[in-house]
């Protein structure tokens, strides 16, 4: 059995610094004798600012490894078995908990024979562990996967958004160098247009490890589940020593798309204060390609096309060029009587 903290699957050196200069935790039968019970890991917890589920699960690890032939790997087998202490272990049917390690993690490479070993093997003496208390504090945690993991729906969704946000970039970094050839008389007289880009595929390949969780109740009955994953990289396979990798594939391709014509075409404000109606401002709009704007006051929206009104105020100003992206912004009064009517048409 080794005695550095580092033969627990999740005590990176990071762990280790923290267990050590907050606990004075510095090797593996420290550790065990600081988490034989529940209020032994739950103080350890408040100690360190470990979380208690990340504590118990080592702490169940330290306990296997109390034998003397146990590696992390098998330790780790036989807590995916239903086994959270020596004395289960050596109280179960060897073929019992190979069955039930098979069952959760058909990776495993632990044979019965092996479990036969272990059963038989010498132990490094500690006080009673307290495996009924762990096997709740497991139970109710185990939904709570390790940091390092993440939720495959959360994974799948944060690559959806990073993806659009890609193309968002791309499509405002296109936008703005369009609107700086609009605005220059010489890129735009030579024709000039910006290159726009769009990713209609999105190819991702990533080696992962994954976890199965599962939320149950007091009788053990199974409430959720859900797949969790890591990357399995270097950081990964030193805290968690993991041989099992399985790999996703998502695709990505970058190809050029060619610019609508209404974008690259320089677009002028009209001045919507020569309109009479309502109608008129809207075809003017509509001529320059604008279908987005915005209107004061709301209620405008809804006034038929023979409503005569009066501009109070438009942006951008008459005759400016409109930049992409940019939506007008228009402030206008109905002319209720004759004499309004009257006034405007001089």
Known sequence: MSSSLISIAGIDNKMVDILSSKAGIKTLKQFYDATRSAKDRKILSEKTGIALANISHWATQAELLRVDEMSYNEAYDLIDGGIYSVEQLKNTDAK???????????????????????????VQSAKAFDSCSIQKELVVSSGDTPSIYSDLSSVITELGKGVAQAQRALDENSMAIQNEILQNDRLYSAGMQ???????????????DYAVSKERSMTGQVLSSEISIAPSNATFSNLFKSSKKEESTIKLRIVPIPPSDKFVVRRYMPDLSLLPTIGEIRNALDEINVSVYEIDPEEAKNWSDGVHVNVIHQEPAKNTILNMGVVPKITLKKIESKNELDGKNK
């Open 194 to 208: 910006a290159t726009w880009y769009v990713m209609p595929e999105v190819e991702f390949t990533m080696k992962i």
């Open 96 to 122: 019992e908990i190979l069955q039930k390690i098979k069952k959760i993690n058909t990776f495993s490479n632990i044979t019965e024979s092996k479990i036969l070993q272990l059963q038989k093997s010498t």
